[in-house]
């Protein structure tokens, strides 16, 4: 599905064909991000403190495809993969938008290794977290690990 990303008055818009997702910058809580390497797929797991909005574009199936999206979605978090051509322009505009969030080099992502002291996370990097928190944290804290 064709995704355009942009940045509009403190907003991160990711747009498709049926709808347009605004997220606030400042609404951004921890970004993470995992390698599938060989595949060149890269999945993306962004958290909010607010939720994101939606906007469908004209049409009555926008509108349907909206209405599904509003019920079936957790509106503070995003989980998507991507290919590496779909998610660079997507990470330079979170880096303009959040300055201290990590440059993150794809190419090397076979290499990417979290070590927290307790756990080791072959293949995932934290990009950002709002309140440093290290990758097993930010797991527990959206419930995506247990412990």
């Not at 998610?87 to 990417?112: C, H, Q, R, V, Y």
Request: charged letters at 25%.
């Amino acid at each position: 599905m064709f995704h355009k990303y942009y940045a509009e008055d403190h907003f991160l818009i990711l747009e498709n064909p049926f709808l347009k997702e605004k997220i606030a910058f400042n609404s951004i809580d921890d970004i993470v991000i995992s390698s599938q390497f060989p595949s060149r797929k890269y999945s993306l797991y962004m958290f909010f403190s607010q939720s994101v909005q939606y906007e469908e574009k004209k049409g009555w199936w926008n509108k349907i495809i909206c209405a599904i999206i509003n019920n079936n979605n957790n509106p503070y978090q995003i989980k998507r993969s991507y290919y590496d051509n779909e998610i660079e322009p997507l990470l330079t505009l979170i880096i303009k938008g959040l300055p201290e969030a990590e440059p993150l080099n794809l190419k090397d992502s076979l290499f990417w290794r979290t070590d927290d002291g307790t756990n080791i996370f072959s293949k995932m990097k934290v990009m950002y977290s709002r309140e440093k928190l290290l990758l097993a944290d930010i797991l527990r804290k959206h419930g995506l690990m247990r412990g």
